[in-house]
């Protein structure tokens, strides 16, 4: 695969999982499909700095974009995970 290939993938798989996260009933489920996600967005965090380091151009603005999901990813995970049990 290229480089371009394995990037998309993951960027298409981080908001799928977030989806399909927030659909389930069970905090666990969410939780493990919220975890997913944040796994995906690593893999485009090192698609990226890995395009920097081959000179295939400037990511500055994908990477803060990257921090940003990642950042707001992070606190609704962690918001879902600290809320009250199921019911």
Partial sequence: YS??????????ST???????FKKRSKADKCRFFNIAQGS?????YYLILARDLGYGESDALMTSL???????EGYSNS???????S
Wanted: proline share 6%; hydrophobic share 35%; glycine share 2%.
């Fill in 80 to 86: 879902v995970s600290q809320s009250e049990p199921d």
């Fill in 67 to 73: 921090e940003e999901v990642s950042k707001l990813l």
């Fill in 41 to 45: 967005l690593e893999e485009c965090r």
């Fill in 15 to 21: 908001p799928a999982n977030i989806a399909e996260g």
């Fill in 3 to 12: 480089l371009t290939s394995q990037f998309r993938r993951a960027a298409i």
